[in-house]
């Protein structure tokens, strides 16, 4: 049976990529003052921009405002104002002071899993930025460990497992990205509850593993959280 559930933060605990996306399109307001936005294809560039700098700058609103930054310069060709690149940072302060606002039903959700079984948080993205969530959200006296990682890859699930000292096929994770959530922990062996968020950043959408596994349950919200969870139990004691 499972032992060990992990949760997700981001679009899973709380609203994220919302903010994400408005800081995008004001982002485009701004160098729409310099460029034609649509000959350059603008989001397609950002967003190249971005997933080049993943492994520099990680994830989160710090490694997107500056790849914002180096974006403008680039497609202005070094013709945007220091007033507009100074807009582009306080877009990027403004992400990281917005507010932490629960999903509907989340709490309960947490708190009847944890009744159950042991309970960890397994966020990635800015450390202090991630931290200040876990603080903020009302929930990190229910999980036994909450791990923040810069990856949510194999290595690190394998990591914290292993320090929790419990099998993969013992492990369940809940989560809105079957990139980072669903795949890397179904792939070990463990299970996975799929619950999509209403917008997905486009790089956590790029992956050709579909939630048609048996050891995958998607539900369409957190009050489905238990029952999925039941369901996959009866999967793995059969």
């Not at 993943?54 to 405002?65: H, N, P, Q, R, S």
């Not at 974006?71 to 807009?87: C, G, N, Y």
């Not at 995958?216 to 009050?223: K, L, M, P, Q």
């Amino acid at each position: 049976m499972i032992e060990l559930v992990g949760f997700d933060g981001d679009d899973t605990l709380w609203h994220s990529e919302g903010y994400y996306q408005g800081a995008h399109a004001e982002f485009e307001r701004i160098v729409g003052h310099y460029v034609d936005l649509e000959n350059l294809r603008l989001h397609d560039r950002l967003l190249e921009t971005e997933r080049r700098n993943i492994k520099l700058f990680g994830y989160g609103a710090k490694g997107m405002t500056l790849s914002m930054l180096e974006a403008a310069i680039d497609v202005t060709e070094s013709r945007i104002s220091a007033a507009d690149l100074h807009r582009i940072i306080a877009i990027g302060k403004d992400v990281l002071a917005h507010p932490v606002d629960l999903l509907p039903g989340i709490r309960e959700a947490v708190e009847a899993v944890a009744s159950r079984y042991r309970v960890v948080l397994i966020t990635k993205g800015d450390l202090f930025h991630q931290e200040q969530k876990v603080a903020s959200c009302g929930l990190a006296g229910l999980f036994q460990r909450i791990e923040i990682v810069s990856e949510k890859d194999e290595p690190a699930y394998r990591r914290v497992l292993g320090e929790c000292a419990v099998p993969m096929e013992r492990f369940a994770m809940i989560g809105n990205s079957l990139r980072s959530d669903i795949a890397p922990v179904v792939t070990l062996g463990g299970w996975g509850v799929y619950m999509p968020y209403h917008i997905t950043w486009a790089h956590e959408a790029d992956t050709d593993f579909a939630d048609s596994s048996p050891r995958v349950v998607r539900i369409d919200g957190a009050t489905g959280i238990p029952g999925a969870l039941a369901e996959l139990d009866r999967r793995a004691v059969a």
